[in-house]
Nanobody
Framework: QVMLAESGGRLVQPGESLKLTCVSSRRIDGIVMGWYRQAPGKQRELVARITGAETSEYLDSVKGRFFIDRNNTYRASYLYLNNLKPEDTAVYYC????????????WGQGTQVIVSE
């Protein structure tokens, strides 16, 4: 079993920045780590992910504003959210490409980000 724990979400004003942190109970070396988000009434979408070789990709609407990083020593993945907009409001979930039993993928419980005046 893999536990992923997110933190860092809170209420911010438009234009502000946040850092989200995901800590894994298992080593993340070679594991693709990602951040998804789900806004009310919408489907969960991939925001960013980073491979073990530190290749990253981003949702078009966050390119140039968000940055994903990882630290294998600390078993952590980070999502830096800059110039936040109201449409970034969502629950942000950490995900890791772990093999768990016969299935693939592990999720955190989510951290709420609210962008509002």
């Amino acid at each position: 079993q893999v536990m992923l724990a997110e933190s860092g979400g809170r209420l911010v004003q438009p234009g502000e920045s946040l850092k989200l942190t995901c800590v894994s109970s298992r080593r993340i070396d070679g594991i693709v780590m990602g951040w998804y988000r789900q806004a009310p009434g919408k489907q969960r979408e991939l925001v960013a992910r980073i491979t073990g070789a530190e290749t990253s990709e981003y949702l078009d609407s966050v390119k140039g504003r968000f940055f994903i990083d990882r630290n294998n020593t600390y078993r952590a993945s980070y999502l830096y959210l800059n110039n936040l907009k109201p449409e970034d409001t969502a629950v942000y979930y950490c995900w890791g490409d772990f093999v768990v039993g016969t299935s693939t993928g592990a999720w955190g419980q989510g951290t709420q980000v609210i962008v509002s005046e």
